[in-house]
């Protein structure tokens, strides 16, 4: 009976199936024959493993342990680790790209795989021989999975106030504190978790590694979230928690520059899952717009409407310029890389979460039911905004950098 219902696989299927109606938002401009491949692989699987299910995972909180090692089999569980521990050695651009086509398929997932990359990358990047080899295979192969602790429940923006505390005793450190908002907390194998081994500030921070299992690990309660379903939050606690010496990635005092450059990386993943989602979007609104009729005919004939569509289109196309020109400075460790970086996720997560919520809005009561994909997008993206830095400090990061001189 409701002809223009969009089913969530919809989204997916459009990007894969309708390239020439919406030929001036293809994702595929400009890249290489490489890139288009493994950009095609990421779609063809966003379509097919991840699509389907999606709404299925929102509903009953399922963490799809399964679907993940499927992606790790492409390549997709240490996208931009070295090749020598399971990586793929591919580029912040690359990693952007499939990143970006995998949350057409469903946007929470997508976003945890990006978390679990950066996890993986940070061991591989900072972590000595021994490290890089007794972590980072089983990582990206997705037979375990990571979890990322820096936030903590009075800690947030302020990050370099963090009290978690590691006390040194021998070749062990003893762990007291606790960790807010961890994506996978309880679910997952591997803590890359910042604490404090000397005094106040970002130098007295260091990074351990940390195993679940661990005595004196444990977790809160699952949280209750708006959307990010498809993957757990919980805290992280830590009771006189004994973690070897040897765990630590790099010397004492580095952990609060790895946490940050990790960062990097992942305000660029957070903005590719947001175009993902994004794009998607567009493309569901204009599958409604062309098949929904008011007052006896299409709502695509209505010029409001095509102009709003319209906007969409540039701001999603302005949005992925940045996000991948950011990109390319991150690979080339440019100086001005690390402003790029919250410049793009600042204007692409904005942006984003503006085009998806107009799109549900074109749906008009069809889009706030469960039954059609845009609203999980919209409530999957909302927190982009906040998570990996939020929006406001991404302000003060571009400011500090224009007033510095």
Same mark, same amino acid.
């Given at each position: 009976?409701?002809?223009?219902?969009?089913?969530?696989?919809?989204?997916?299927?459009?990007?894969?199936?309708?390239?020439?109606?919406?030929?001036? #938002?293809?994702?595929?401009?400009?890249?290489?024959?490489?890139?288009?491949?493994?950009?095609?692989?990421?779609?063809?699987?966003?379509?097919?493993?991840?699509?389907?299910?999606?709404?299925?995972?929102?509903? /009953? +909180? #399922? &963490?799809?342990?399964e679907t993940m090692r499927k992606a790790a089999r492409l390549g997709f569980g240490g996208i931009y680790v070295k090749p020598d521990v399971g990586g793929s050695g591919l580029s912040r651009l690359d990693t952007?790209?499939?990143? +970006?086509?995998?949350?057409?398929?469903?946007?929470?997932?997508?976003?945890?795989?990006? #978390?679990?990359?950066?996890?993986?990358?940070?061991?591989?990047?900072?972590?000595?021989? +021994?490290?890089?080899?007794?972590?980072?295979?089983?990582?990206?192969?997705?037979?375990? &999975?990571a979890s990322y602790c820096l936030t903590e429940p009075g800690s947030g923006s302020d990050a370099a106030s963090l009290l978690t505390s590691a006390q040194?005793?021998?070749?062990?450190?003893?762990l007291n504190g606790s960790k807010a908002f961890i994506s996978g907390g309880g679910d997952t194998d591997v803590y890359v978790v910042m604490c404090r081994t000397g005094g106040p500030g970002p130098k007295g921070i260091s990074? *351990?590694?940390? +195993?679940?299992?661990?005595?004196?690990?444990?977790?809160? /309660?699952?949280?209750? /979230?708006?959307?990010?379903?498809?993957?757990p939050t919980r805290a992280v606690i830590f009771e006189d928690c004994i973690v070897p010496v040897g765990n630590r990635l790099g010397a004492e005092g580095q952990g609060f520059s790895i946490a940050m450059q990790g960062l990097n990386g992942g305000r660029i993943n957070i903005a590719s899952c947001s175009l993902g989602a994004a794009h998607a979007c567009v493309l569901l609104a204009q599958e409604h717009l062309t098949v929904r009729k008011q007052f006896g005919e299409p709502l695509a004939n209505n010029q409001y409407l095509q102009f709003r569509l319209a906007e969409m289109a540039t701001r999603l196309v302005a949005a992925r310029l940045m996000v991948r020109n950011a990109a390319r400075a991150l690979q080339d460790s440019r100086e001005d890389?690390?402003?790029?970086?919250?410049?793009? /996720? *600042?204007?692409?997560?904005?942006?984003? &979460?503006?085009?998806?919520?107009?799109?549900?809005?074109?749906h008009g009561g069809y889009g706030y039911l469960k039954d059609y994909a845009v609203q999980q997008f919209v409530r999957d993206?909302?927190?982009?905004? #906040?998570?990996?830095?939020?929006?406001?400090?991404?302000?003060?990061?571009?400011?500090?950098? *224009?007033l510095q001189g």
């Open positions: 009976a409701m002809a223009w219902r969009a089913a969530p696989r919809a989204a997916a299927r459009l990007l894969l199936g309708r390239r020439g109606i919406a030929s001036c #938002i293809d994702p595929s401009v400009g890249l290489t024959e490489d890139q288009k491949e493994f950009q095609k692989v990421a779609l063809d699987f966003a379509a097919k493993e991840m699509a389907p299910y999606m709404a299925e995972w929102d509903e /009953k +909180e #399922i &963490f799809p342990v952007s790209i499939i990143f +970006e086509a995998l949350s057409t398929g469903c946007t929470s997932t997508t976003a945890y795989i990006s #978390i679990h990359n950066m996890c993986v990358w940070m061991i591989d990047t900072f972590g000595n021989e +021994e490290q890089r080899r007794r972590f980072c295979p089983s990582l990206c192969s997705m037979e375990k &999975f040194r005793k021998g070749d062990t450190y003893v990074c *351990l590694v940390l +195993e679940k299992g661990m005595p004196g690990l444990s977790f809160g /309660k699952k949280e209750k /979230k708006v959307g990010w379903n498809s993957q890389a690390a402003v790029l970086c919250s410049m793009a /996720k *600042l204007f692409a997560t904005d942006e984003c &979460f503006g085009i998806c919520n107009q799109a549900l809005q074109m993206i909302r927190v982009h905004q #906040i998570l990996e830095g939020t929006n406001e400090v991404m302000r003060m990061i571009v400011a500090r950098n *224009l």
